[in-house]
């Protein structure tokens, strides 16, 4: 599919969700590309996420923060970066309401140091992983477009929806060739069980309760993440620099339902279920037109929504050691202690 060739991709955040994801789906598929990750390691990134990639040749970590400036101007005198892909962000809605300021850091700043040092060594592509939360919350009926005003509602969305914004001005301003993807929501293996699908998967098979926030009638637009992941490499080969893409997975599901499905998936009773103070600011229903990707691109989903939570609840099944090494905090001061050594 390649037109641009690229040697060397720096990925930001790729010990978390999507980032793994997407740097074991990209090394496989382009075998003449070195990929470097750049990661703090902060609560949600996971080096054992990668542990298949890690002695690939191809295949280089760094640990580090995104908005410390120094560091990320050495790794860019290191290597010749032909494009960058920045998912590194805090990313939990809960937690920003709790305490907004690392959002600020990482999401706000840390993208500003990239776009800077990334203006600097005259990088040629680089790649802001957004999100639909930006765009706010609909009523009923109705999608977001790449149009639709921007109207974040959670410190959360505020602090992505600045992010998208000075990118934006980067590319207005100095001319660079930046490219925005705004996608709905992930599920699928090694999402942090913190986020609704693997926490009510984790929960489930501990025979513990499954907080359902408000009424439990919040709709969100699920999209597997491979599928998310094949859209950002089609946008970061083919798409047209200063534009957005929204990226949706066309699964509307209300969060009660998801979790009467994951139960009965697991043979669990809904009697697990418990209805809890709802989220501050919650926001009600999102749902994406993905039209000019896959019109402008020929992007689509490939995964169907039942073949999606099939292979994520038996993902989960099979690695129990993954997310329960997570809940205890094992992996964590591991993998800490190993860099903190260096
Ligand atoms: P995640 O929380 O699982 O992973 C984030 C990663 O970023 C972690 O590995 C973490 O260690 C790293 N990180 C955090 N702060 C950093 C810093 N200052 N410097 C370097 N690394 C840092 O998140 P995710 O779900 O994989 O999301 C990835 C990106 O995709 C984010 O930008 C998020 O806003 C966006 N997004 C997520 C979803 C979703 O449903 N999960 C949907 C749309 C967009
Ligand atoms: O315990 C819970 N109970 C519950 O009812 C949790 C954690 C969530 N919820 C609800 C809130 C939301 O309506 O489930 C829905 C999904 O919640 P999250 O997994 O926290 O995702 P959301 O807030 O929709 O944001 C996600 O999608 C967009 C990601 O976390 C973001 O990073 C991404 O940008």
């Known amino acids: 599919m390649t037109e641009t060739h690229f040697k060397v991709v720096l990925i930001t955040g790729g010990a978390g969700f999507i980032g793994s994801n997407f740097i074991r789906l990209f090394l496989e598929r382009h075998r003449d590309v070195d990929v470097v990750n750049l990661d703090k390691l902060t609560y949600a990134g996971n080096l054992e996420s990668l542990r298949d990639v890690e002695s690939n040749p191809r295949y280089h970590f760094y640990r580090g923060d995104i908005s410390d400036e120094s560091f990320v101007s050495r790794l860019f005198h290191e290597w010749h970066f032909d494009a960058v892909i920045n998912f590194a962000a805090e990313s939990h809605v809960d937690r920003s309401i709790l305490g907004p300021a690392a959002f600020i850091d990482t999401n706000v700043r840390g993208t500003m140091t990239l776009l800077e040092v990334a203006r600097e060594f005259g990088v040629g592509r680089y790649l802001q992983v957004s999100t639909d939360e930006v765009y706010g919350s609909l009523g009923p009926s109705g999608k977001f477009t790449e149009t639709t005003h921007i109207s974040p509602n959670s410190p959360y969305s505020a602090s992505k929806a600045s992010a998208d914004m ?158 329960k090494r997570i809940i205890t905090g094992e992996y964590q001061s591991y993998y800490k202690l190993q860099y903190e050594q260096r």
Not at 178 to 191: A, E
Not at 260 to 279: F, N, Q, T
Request: proline content about 4%; some cysteine.
């Open 166 to 323: 000075l990118v934006r001005a980067w590319w207005k301003t100095f001319g660079m060739e930046t490219l925005i993807t705004r996608c709905s929501n992930n599920f699928g293996p090694y999402q942090f069980p913190e986020k609704f699908i693997p926490l009510m998967i984790a929960n489930a098979l501990q025979d513990k309760k499954l907080p359902i926030y408000g009424d439990g009638m919040n709709v969100r637009d699920w999209i597997y993440v491979e599928d998310h992941c094949e859209a950002i490499e089609a946008v970061l080969y083919k798409g047209k620099t200063g534009e957005v893409y929204n990226i949706g997975g066309g699964n509307e599901v209300a969060n009660i339902e998801m979790a009467k499905l994951i139960l009965s998936k697991l043979g669990k009773p809904d009697s697990l279920l418990e209805y809890v103070k709802d989220r501050p600011g919650h926001d009600r229903r999102y749902a994406m037109d993905s039209s000019k990707i896959e019109t402008e691109l020929g992007w689509k989903p490939r995964r169907s929504f039942a073949d999606g939570i099939e292979l994520t609840v038996n993902w989960y099944l099979s690695n129990e050691e993954w997310w």
